[in-house]
């Protein structure tokens, strides 16, 4: 925890991969395996992410990222939050119960699928989506072309299993950042 001169708390989740990343084209699966699993547990149209909004614990500040490179992957969840304890709270136990929150997701599942197919498409109209998404190296020269097919293979059995492995205790971190307190008072 720091304490500057902010308006608001910040708060960082960050979940380290424990694992090693499968290699080539297996690596890029398990990549848009934990976007989707991620997508489903922390977008804005899952049942958490509006629970916590109607509450006032995150706003639209709130978001996720996924990183995967040679060597380590991670995820980072973040927001400015006037209840920064109860957001790392939530987002933690959101990770923990992952498979229980995954459980009757199916149809949340294939609609998350479309839009990350979509996405993809979307993002072959853009030369400096193509650009930044160039990963050929990482993946066994797998190109923009092939994230649509893997998507389509995935199941949510995939997703499941990716949380098992992804989303460990031992591997989530919290940071907050909070208003320095006035000197003054």
Known sequence: MTELDIQRPKTIIGIKGLDKVPAGRA??????AVELLLYLLY????DKYLELYDEGVLDDSFGYDFSLERGFHFATISGDTNKPQELSNAVIEIAEHALEFLEDKE????LAKRELIGRNIQAMNSLESIANRYEADLFENATLFDIGALLEQLTLDDIKVVAKQFLRSEAISVYQILPKEDEDK
């Open 27 to 32: 690596g890029l699966r398990y990549k848009l």
């Open 43 to 46: 977008s804005e149209t899952s």
């Open 107 to 110: 149809f949340a599942f294939e």
